[in-house]
């Protein structure tokens, strides 16, 4: 299957990069490559992208994309490592980085890939599709593991009640298809909650972020990625949900802080700094147009940060 994805505030994303002909610049969820190429349109021949993924599906559409272009380095890795890529680059900074981050259009409608709970497949989740898989995590665990990443990561009401339901279910047959998961999922919870929606979009959510470690590798990124920006270097961020948000927000917001001492004092002790200014007070969201057309959109926030 073609690696397909749709990106979202694609065009306020490359205009927040604000893409100089010669500068260095790192897509850290390359996916199926639109970015990166919206970005090699505004370099110039001394310009340099750097292409990373953990799904060798988008690197194999990404090296193909992208053959014979010098300009180009495609590298299979978690974007955690960019620290490491760029040394192995002898690249010391860049001048900007973008963070799509969550699951792709292609990892979702990829029935095989076992993300959806749409489509009857395999309970896979897996980005790198390496490692350990959602139905591991449903055979091994606890209930009250499996309770805490559904509350954790799914915000999910019903965590226990879900929980012990696969526990329960396990006993009887390994639960081992997406359909056999989302069954148990909602004949574990209350009728009322089914009317908001299917019951296990939270818990699906929750599964894909703990399989794949999500929340940690966005935390880790960030930070490498901001370490090697040069000064007036932009990082770009697309959260789809709350729980990614919260992480960009607070991060940026931390690079952002000056001073800490109390207002009582005459003068300032911490000697702290803003290490970076917003592009933007609030994050960037989508047009209701782009929702109409795309409504995989409707969650998504950009922030973008730029360091001083």
């Known amino acids: 299957m073609e690696f397909q994805h749709i990106p979202v505030l694609f065009s306020e994303t490359i205009d ?31 310009g340099r992208l750097v ?3 953990r799904d060798p599906d988008a690197i194999a559409a990404v090296t193909a994309r992208f053959a014979g272009d010098e300009r180009v380095t495609v590298i299979h890795t978690p974007y ?26 292609h990892q979702v409608d990829t029935a095989e890939r076992g993300f959806s709970f749409h489509k009857d497949a395999p309970l896979d989740m897996r980005m790198s599709q390496e490692g350990v898989t959602a139905a591991d ?24 009640r879900i929980a012990k339901a696969i526990c329960a279910e396990r006993e009887k047959a390994p639960i081992d298809t997406t ?27 929750a599964l894909r972020i703990a399989v794949n470690d999500e929340l940690g590798e966005l935390e880790r990124g960030l930070q490498a990625g901001f370490d090697r920006l040069a000064p007036e270097g932009r990082l770009s961020a697309i959260t789809f949900h709350s729980l990614e948000d919260r992480i960009v927000k607070q991060t940026m917001a931390k690079w952002c802080e000056g001073c800490t001492c109390p207002p009582e004092f005459p003068v300032c002790v911490c000697g702290n700094k803003p290490k970076a200014r917003l592009l933007t007070r609030k994050p960037i969201v989508p047009s209701e147009e782009e929702i109409e057309k795309n409504p995989r959109s409707r969650s998504s926030k950009l922030r973008t940060c730029i360091k001083l």
């Open 51 to 53: 292409c990373l993924d």
């Open 137 to 160: 995590l449903c055979a091994t665990m606890t209930w009250q593991q499996l309770a805490e990443i559904f509350t954790c990561y799914g915000e999910e009401k019903f965590s226990v």
């Open 16 to 46: 927040s990069l604000d893409v100089q002909p010669d500068g260095i610049y790192v897509d850290c969820t390359a996916g199926g490559g639109n970015h990166s190429a919206a970005v090699l349109e505004r370099l110039g021949p001394d």
């Open 80 to 105: 955690s490592a960019i620290a490491d890529v760029l040394d192995g680059l002898g690249i010391p900074a860049v001048n900007g980085i973008l963070m799509d981050i969550g699951v792709s259009s």
């Open 179 to 205: 359909f056999r998961l989302a069954e148990i999922i909602s004949g574990a919870v209350p009728a009322a909650a089914k009317r908001g929606g299917h019951p296990a979009r939270r818990v699906f959510q």
